[in-house]
Structures are given as C-alpha cells and as structure tokens.
C-alpha cells in the first residue's frame, strides 16, 4: 500500500517500543483498508498513533514519548532475561518482558522466578535426566522448555511447552468512585467487566487477570491487588503436538518451584523416550502437585 509523505514521518514517531515498528505500519494499513483508502494518510497514522496509546497505557506511552523526544533513556533491555546457554538441554524463554515490557515491579518478579528456576533446573541436574531419557541421538528437539510471561496475553505462548509461568494480577473494586468514563471496558478482551450505575462489576469466572484495566482507571476505583502465578505443563510443539494443562492456578512462587520440582521428580523416574506429557497424561495433573 502506498503512502503519504507526511504519514510515513509520522509513522516513524508513535510511540511504541522498537521491535513493535513492522507490526505498527500494518495496523495503519489495516486502518486505511477499513475506510477504503489506496494509501495511508496523515489521519490513520494519527488514529494508530491514539490505538497504541490505549495499547499501551499512558506511563508507557509517556516513556517512549519522552525517548523519542530525546528527553528520556531508550527502553531497556532486562539482560538478565535472555537465556543463551546452547550447551545444556533445557531452555528458558521469556515473554516481551526481556525487552522492557511491563512495569518495575513485574520485571522484578520475572527475575526473581528466573533466577529461581534456574537454580533448579541446575541443582535437579535435568541436562543429565533429558540426555537419559532420550532414546536416539541427542538434538535440540530434546530440550525442556520453559516459558515465562508477565501476563496472561502469553506473547511467547507457553502452552506447547514442557513447563509454563504466567503471573497473574488479580483485580480489586475499592471504594473510589467511578466516573462511568469506561477506560476499563477498552482493553478487556474477555468482555469480563460490565459498567453498572455502581461502578465495575468483574466476572471472575471470565477474566484473565491480566490488570489492564486497573492499569487505565484513572479513579483508582480498579487497583491490583495480589499477584499470584498460574503454572502450566505437558506442552509439545513437536512431532506429537499437544496443549499443556494447568496444574494450578493463581498460587505462590514458593508452590510454582515445589511443582517445578515435582515434575523433575517424575522425569527422572521416567522411562527412556517419556516426555511430562506422557506422564501427565498417564497420571494425570495432580501428579505434579
């Protein structure tokens, strides 16, 4: 698609973190595909610039403005978070959080379960027990795999692998009054919330905990509350796909490494060839709790 001048300088100047850029120019494209334009104007540019402001929330937005600007550091890259080991089988992946993402305080809790399952993956020595139980040639393929997100939106999907840690936020109504103004409504994607003449009124059942809505209350009527972890388990991606099952939802670091732990105990007691999937599904979930 062709476009304007003006909107390509513009285009290059919304905020949004680096590695977002490519994805950002589409969803102009797909603005001025939806008002039947040939090209992209100055005023869908705009209109993408207002998406990833909702997007993004505005200390977000503020940040990367501010960057642009000249006027503030360059998103940070969290080092901590790239996992690069290529000589043991296992890995650990981390959402969009290695890049930044996310705010100070979730950042830190990623590195602190980072640095706690590496530890445990290390002291359980799963390099020896993957190498024991694969029965030809070791490759890559073998690894264990482990996933960690700081929300449920999961952009690096632990759900086709071997063990997964989402934290979840957990959302909690105050006393604040509500304004009616429906910030909260813009970003859940579950439709959990309804707006009633008495404020917010959150299906628990439907939603995700992913705190977006806390995040644009401008009242404070939506906070976070607790933050707990949801672990997941017995995903493949391979030659035998398979989604992983939740073994808990919403418990503590402590019982997230006491499941880690678990699932290292029956690998080693697996036969050779038996991935956690076979197990979970011969034993089922509550074998990893």
């Not at 840690?165 to 909690?172: E, L, P």
């Not at 439907?206 to 404070?220: F, H, I, K, Q, Y």
Request: aromatic share 6%.
């Amino acid at each position: 698609m062709k476009w304007d001048e003006d909107a390509k300088q513009l285009q290059e100047q919304i905020p949004i973190p680096p590695m977002m850029s490519s994805i950002a120019r589409l969803q102009s494209e797909k603005i001025a595909r939806h008002k039947g334009l040939d090209r992209v104007t100055l005023e869908v540019v705009k209109e993408t610039e207002k998406v990833y402001g909702d997007f993004m929330g505005e200390e977000k937005t503020r940040e990367l403005k501010a960057f642009l600007a000249g006027e503030g550091p360059a998103p940070s890259m969290e080092e901590e978070l790239f996992f690069d080991n290529e000589e043991v089988l296992y890995s650990i992946d981390v959402c969009f959080t290695k890049y930044g993402e996310n705010t100070p305080e979730v950042r830190n809790i990623i590195k602190d379960m980072m640095r706690s399952v590496k530890a445990v993956l290390e002291e359980e020595k799963v390099n020896e027990i993957i190498a024991d139980l694969a029965p030809i040639a070791l490759h890559a393929g073998h690894r264990f795999n482990v996933v960690l997100t700081g929300c449920p939106n999961c952009c690096v999907s632990p759900y086709l692998k071997d063990f997964g840690i989402t934290i979840q936020h957990r959302v909690d109504i105050t006393d604040a009054e509500c304004t009616q103004c429906g910030e909260c409504l813009k970003m859940c994607f579950d439709k959990a919330i309804k707006l009633t003449d008495q404020g917010p009124v959150i299906d628990r059942k439907v939603c995700a905990m992913c705190e977006l809505c806390a995040r644009d209350c401008p009242t404070g009527k939506l906070v976070t509350g607790a933050r707990g972890f949801r672990v997941i388990a017995g995903g493949s991606g391979a030659r035998q796909p398979k989604i992983a099952e939740t073994i808990e939802n919403f418990t503590t670091k402590e019982r997230t490494i006491t499941i880690l732990k678990n699932a290292i105990g029956k690998l080693r007691k697996a036969k050779p060839g038996e991935t956690l999937r076979d197990i979970i599904d011969r034993e089922g979930p509550e074998a990893l709790r």
